[in-house]
């Protein structure tokens, strides 16, 4: 028999909100278990407002969105980048595995749809467990909106990965095609 732990949290440094479980992968390391086995639910409006009001109430004002995969539901995700600013949290960046991307055209519409909700930063994971789902050229293939003219809003393209000269390669030919100057490699 375990003794029941209640955790009380007192201050945040940063905050997360988990928009879905659902994703288009099933990488063998999710900390979430998400696949497109997944319940598609999404976080609605009336949670995404809760939560960042608690996160507030801890003293935090930096979030990051995740999932799951959020960008399944690019219109709920606009709804909750809304939210949240209008709660005064900074969002550091969205985290995408990037199997939404198909080209050009349809990515900066949808990404200039979440700019204008407050989106500045994408983090495109890359691994060899993305990678049995998601193709690392189209990881770096979308990055290319970020240097359009009118995405220069994207002023860091966070790169996850596992270190191998391959990906290494990837992550750099992603950072040339967002034209970012930053990068995160873990
Ligand atoms: S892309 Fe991310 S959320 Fe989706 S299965 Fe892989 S680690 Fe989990």
């Known amino acids: 028999m375990f003794a029941q732990t209640v955790f009380d949290i007192q201050s945040l440094a940063s905050g997360g909100l988990i928009t879905t479980y659902a994703c288009t992968s099933r990488c063998g390391h999710c900390l979430y278990a998400s696949s497109p086995e997944r319940d598609s639910a999404y976080m609605d409006g009336e949670v995404a407002r809760r939560a960042c009001s608690r996160i507030k109430s801890l003293h935090c004002n930096t979030i990051h969105i995740g999932g799951g995969e959020p960008m399944l539901n690019p219109r709920s995700l606009a709804t909750i980048l809304e939210i949240a600013v209008f709660e005064g949290l900074r969002v550091d960046y969205v985290e995408t595995n990037c199997a939404w991307f198909r080209d050009m055209r349809s990515a900066c519409a949808v990404l200039k749809e979440l ?46 990965t596992m270190i191998s000269k391959n990906l290494i390669r990837l992550s750099h030919t992603a950072l040339e095609n967002s034209g970012s100057t930053s990068a995160l490699i873990t």
């Open 115 to 160: 700019r204008d909700s407050g989106l500045q930063t994408l983090l495109v994971s890359i691994s060899p467990f993305h990678n049995e789902d998601t193709p690392l050229k189209k990881s770096a293939e979308s990055c290319a909106p970020a240097k359009q003219p009118a995405y220069l809003f994207f002023h860091g393209c966070l790169i996850s």
